[in-house]
């Protein structure tokens, strides 16, 4: 069935709208409408079908041989998706122009080329190309992720279109309408649950997920810019931080930076890690690769306890770091955004780390550092228009900060926003956000006003805990914020309102206590376990020494315990033994024995005096010595033994048995 009339033009211009490709959607459109009102069509054999599928197959190899070379990773996909209808456009125009309303199947694939080449027909089915170009039309157009109301409005009027040629005449157009319009409605209720029921998996999933990982990826970090619900930080202890001279609070720790923005996700570009080299002893290391010019900076000190997942994960450091102490790992590799990566190490690691303004290993700022994205830029320049930055780099970061500290609120409910560019939203309209809103809007606003920025993450240390005299980081203190480029160095700019920490610590659990004094016992048996291995080595030989006295009692003790109970058990073997061997029975076998009617190996007396008596060896004595081999086991193996009467009949009975033969 051929779709209807005008069905493909419209869904190329829909394609063109949602993309933005009208140069193409349109004179692709118009081709292919034109087709109803030209009158000539060509004789296409299979032949050339082939060929115009050959090279549609060409087209789109190139257009992803290009993407490869020039494109973002993450963003070929998209880009393909997004261009497919520009691929494939020449086979369908090859159709609509041709004799044939249909082309055959063999034109469309090698592999139904090869089998006709080993079973030679005349015929292949054929298909009408229609219906599957305007699904490809607007599977690109949904590629580009636009959402809103009018995307779907759209949606409904190309099926509604697309579906009327099959409509059943035993209802009228406007009820067949009515349920149409009711099977969009529960279709778009249904569209809109399950995305929300998959936030909410995702949530949990990143809930349940953060208990047993907090690895942050130097190369990318997943936002939840965008997303809708409300979060759930975690009140876990992650790491602890000391230091012997006082710091600002709050302190930015940051594990990574990053330079592109691409659908709510952030990438590094150009990001390389390079190994280190520990100094004399083995436990510091430069990280700037350089030494440190004098008069060396006063540098900021801490001290930082953090565990390792299997070993290997991003040290949490402040900008403007130089110099790694006190840790003992097999490697350890700084990358050029400001990370710096341990692999092979213990599961639980201290380290100081020396940071002054200007150092650290953070590589100057290149082309991606003032990229503002496509969809965000006009936004972005209205707000920069706005503050009418003239002032000198200092004052215009300071600008920028005072904006959306005070005309912007911090809030972890996260709302649907119009339109598909979310930081946009944020600054025109929604007004509210969360960390990684208030630092995306910065890095762009920085850019927007010729600034360097880079987007950075990692935690706040401002919660100091009285009982273990020490500052602790919990998972919920996990925050982004800008890094802008100002007088030839790196500084952080943290954007967000200062009560997000008030905000997020009343989301606390009332067991919180608990689950810190369990965290504070797992922190102190690892560090018993991985830190203070080596000075409970040294004091090891004192520990045993108590041990060593209370194995000698125990040995001692138990030696003389083993001979008692051995005394005792022999004197009652020997019991065992010696009962019943003074019967007289034994006279009657040594008398049988002399005789030579000697029991084989083994054999129990019972049976040897059966086979005795079966042979004519014991005529007339069979039932008397049976009695009396009776009498004989009781007295030699029964624990009760026999009394003196049955004693008195053992004795007289052996005698007269053996006066009889």
Known sequence: MNPPKGLIGVSLLFWGWQTGLWLFALPMAALIEGAALIRIRWDLTLVDFNRISDLCTLVFAGMLVWLLATA???????????????????????????????????????????????????????????????????????????????FYLSLLGIAAWALLPSRSRRFSLPLWGLLLLLAWGGGYLGHVGLHQLQILIETKGMEWFSEYSSETDPFRTVTAIGEIGRLKPSDKILFRVESESPFFLPLLLREASYNIYRFGNWFAVRSVFNPLSPGNNGTAWNLTGAKIPEPRPRPDRLTITTPLEDGNGLLKIPTGAYRIEDLAVDRLMAGNYGSVRVEKGPRLIRYDVAASPGMGVDM?????????????????????????????????????????????????????????????????????????????????????AGIPARYAVGYSVHEYSDWEERFIVRQRHAHAWALAYVDGAWRNVDATPPDWRALEAQSASPLQSIYDFGAWISFHLSKWRWIDKDRIRKHLGWLLIPLVIILIRRLYSGERVRRVRQQQESARIAEREARGLDSEFYLIVEQLEEMAYSPKPGEPMGRWIDRMTGDGYLKNGRNGIRSLLALHYRHRFDPEGIGPEERQMLREGVRKWLERN
């Open 364 to 448: 100057e700022p290149v082309t991606e550092d003032l990229v503002i994205p496509g969809d965000e830029s006009r936004a972005v320049m209205d707000k920069v228009k706005d503050l009418n930055l003239a002032q000198p780099p200092a004052e215009r970061v300071d600008a920028i900060v005072s904006l959306l500290k005070r005309n912007y609120a911090y809030t972890l409910d996260l709302k649907d926003a119009s339109g598909h560019a979310p930081i946009s939203s944020f600054l025109m309209e929604t007004r509210e956000g969360h960390c990684e809103y208030f630092a995306a809007a910065a890095v762009f606003l920085l850019r927007g």
């Open 72 to 150: 973002e990773t993450v963003e070929i996909i998209f880009i393909i998706l997004q261009w497919l209808p520009i691929s494939y456009f020449a086979i369908v125009a090859a159709q609509y122009y041709s004799t044939s309303d249909r082309i055959d199947l063999r034109a469309l694939s090698l592999v139904f080329r090869k089998g006709d080449r080993n079973h030679p027909r005349d015929s292949s089915p054929a298909i009408d190309l229609g219906y599957p170009y305007i699904i490809l039309c607007v599977l690109s157009s949904s590629a580009a992720n636009p959402g809103g109301i009018l």
